[in-house]
């Protein structure tokens, strides 16, 4: 699916060679949005001061030598040196007929595929997952799938939180309470929150038990096999949870994904012996350190990342380190995008930089955090219970259900849902409320988590999408025909037709956008764009009652793209698409 935008930048910029000579072959043709045509070149403004000539001069000898052939209905000059370019109805419906006919809606795969780690969600065992862990979740999620279907190899990693000092005192709590809690799914330990404060707690307050605790972390380093089952056992509990609520998010992540902390435990070492041999960690008031040039706290000193702190204990970023180091060496990625919160980025930054002096990290493979923002409440604080505590993402996902099915019964309809079907587009709706809402704002901004501006059926939500996707399906079952035999050919007549048409082309550029930058709410956006003009077109352009067999024919099938390209959308964001709403 070629987009406009570059199939004319690359016409102009052949007309641009053929007039002021082939060093020109490469110019930014400055294609922009134009409010007279379909696109403007703004070209011929820079290129005047180049030549030292007028503008307009400039302007109509690039128009000359346009080859307008097939693709391009008009080209006008106006203002000081605009190219006003409109593009052929013939061609845009061509297109449209294409990706019609094609079954990735003619977007090829990549011609140059990636292997790309995508880390994200990874919440932590023992802890309840939150709202933070929430946007890791389905950001991370996204970007996952559009790199996916644009041909790269995925691996999608869950680096869990699951080793350290507090597995101490978490795995003597537990054998206080007794294994077989666990076993039973008691909620003395399947509600991890109370689990961890209870824990947290009798750490605090007994000495006796702060000791076992302790002796405990040393035999969980040491590799002892009893203390290793009993950690396993709160590994197991948390892995459940975590599921459960990858199943109620629907989430690609499954337990092959999970490459938790305690899976570099034995790369420690290793890391660590490298960075001292390479002279890069050096020992700095008992703690072994790295100094990453251009780092300094407030004084201007040099800010150390500890690699080993003085009691010989590793820390978070010596695991980051020797993951980085697995991933380059072992795994052999080119792309490593860390899905995490925007708290963590100078962790990040000091990580790479230090990954970078060891020779892991090198310009052939790129390391990227994608920073996350924070989800506030509607005080415009970090999301919070009204006690002041971290909100359960469970909880969280069935209030959206819940108020989604309010929302949904007001809906005026010609035939009644029975109570199956009714669950499970609630579901949807609701969750997909709420997926869209995180999607569809840059990843690094935060947002307030509102669920009355995310489920509703106006305006930028995923219910709005949804209900655009299944009134096409609506219109597929009233006129007896499925969306995959709609054949066209496509004819653009109508202004909302062509509009409509044409938003359809950009589909692929949006993807690659997306996928280059990791930057899902570009596709979120897009997908809204596509849906505002099929509202558009539907409330312009009758479809079965089309004035002629040949309208008819042209609409469903633009109906039937449309479709495709929302359904798709919505999927790679990973909001589902209820076939009737
Ligand atoms: N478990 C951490 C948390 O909940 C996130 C881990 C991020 N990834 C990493 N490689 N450090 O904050």
């Not at 199939?7 to 043709?29: E, I, K, M, T």
């Not at 409109?86 to 990706?99: C, F, K, M, V």
């Not at 709202?131 to 995925?154: C, K, P, Q």
């Not at 019964?409 to 579901?427: N, S």
Request: some cysteine.
């Amino acid at each position: 699916m070629p987009d406009p935008q570059l199939v004319l930048a690359a016409r102009v910029q052949a007309a641009l060679s053929a007039a002021f000579g082939p060093s020109y072959a490469d110019a930014d043709p400055v294609i922009r949005p134009s409010q007279f045509a379909d696109l403007q070149a703004n070209v011929a403004l820079p290129l005047a001061k180049r030549l030292g000539r007028k503008p307009r001069d400039v302007a109509d000898e690039i128009a000359a030598r346009l080859d307008t052939a097939d693709v391009i209905a008009n080209v006008e000059v106006s203002g000081p040196g605009f190219l006003n370019l409109t593009l052929s109805d013939a061609w845009i419906a061509g297109e449209a007929q294409n990706a019609l006919e094609d079954a990735r809606l003619g977007i090829p795969e990549t011609a140059a595929p990636q292997r790309v780690v995508v880390e994200y969600s990874s919440p932590n065992v023992a802890k309840e997952m939150h709202v933070g862990h929430l946007r890791t979740t389905i950001v991370g999620d996204a970007i996952a799938r559009i790199l996916g279907f644009l041909g790269h190899e995925v691996v999608r990693d869950n680096h869990v939180g699951d080793w350290g000092t507090p597995f101490g005192m978490l795995i003597e709590h537990l054998l206080d309470l007794g294994e077989d809690a666990a076993a039973r799914d008691d909620s003395s330990v399947s509600d991890l929150t109370a689990f961890y404060q209870a824990a947290r707690q009798k750490f605090d307050a007994d000495e006796a038990f702060a000791d076992r605790s302790r002796r405990r972390v040393v035999a969980l380093q040491a590799g002892d096999p009893e203390t290793l089952r009993l950690w396993q056992i709160l590994v197991d509990v948390s892995k459940r949870y975590f599921n459960l609520v990858y199943r109620q998010l629907g989430v690609t992540l499954t337990d092959d994904d999970i490459k938790g902390e305690s899976f570099y435990n034995d790369m420690l070492a290793p890391t660590v012996r490298e960075l001292e041999d390479k002279g890069i960690a050096v020992v700095s008031e008992g703690a072994l350190c790295a100094f990453p040039p251009g780092f300094t706290g407030r004084e201007g000193e040099p800010l150390p990342m500890i690699i080993r702190k003085s009691d010989g204990g590793y820390n978070y970023s010596t695991t980051d380190l020797a993951t980085i180091r697995y991933r380059v060496d072992t795994e052999r990625v080119d792309r490593m995008v860390y899905v995490v919160g925007a708290p963590q980025a100078l962790h990040f930054q000091m990580v790479f930089a230090v990954a970078r002096m060891a020779g892991w990290l090198s310009d052939d493979v790129q390391a990227e955090h994608a920073k996350i923002g924070n989800v506030l409440g509607t005080d415009g604080k970090i999301l919070k219970t009204r006690a002041g505590g971290t909100v359960k993402l469970a909880e969280l996902l069935e209030e959206a259900v819940e108020r989604a099915g309010a929302v949904f019964d007001e809906i005026q309809r010609d035939e009644p849902l029975d109570d199956a079907t009714r669950a499970a587009i609630v579901r949807d709706v609701g969750i997909g409320a709420v997926k869209y809402a995180d999607l569809s704002v840059a990843l690094d901004s935060e947002y307030v988590f509102d669920f009355d501006r995310m489920i509703t059926f106006n305006g930028k939500t995923g219910p709005y999408l949804q209900y655009a996707a299944a009134r096409i399906r609506s219109i597929f079952r009233k006129g007896g025909l499925a969306p995959e035999d709609a054949a066209g050919p496509i004819v653009l007549t109508e202004p909302a037709e062509r509009a409509l048409a044409l938003q359809l082309l950009g589909f692929g550029s949006v993807l690659e956008q997306a996928a280059a930058a990791a930057e899902p709410h570009k596709l979120a956006t897009y997908v809204y764009a596509v849906a505002d003009a099929y509202t558009t077109f539907h409330e312009n352009c009758p479809v079965l009652k089309a004035p002629d067999e040949a309208a008819r024919a042209s609409r469903l099938a633009l109906c039937a793209v449309t479709l495709r390209t929302l359904e798709t959308g919505l999927h790679l964001l990973g909001v589902p698409t209820p076939e009737r709403m």
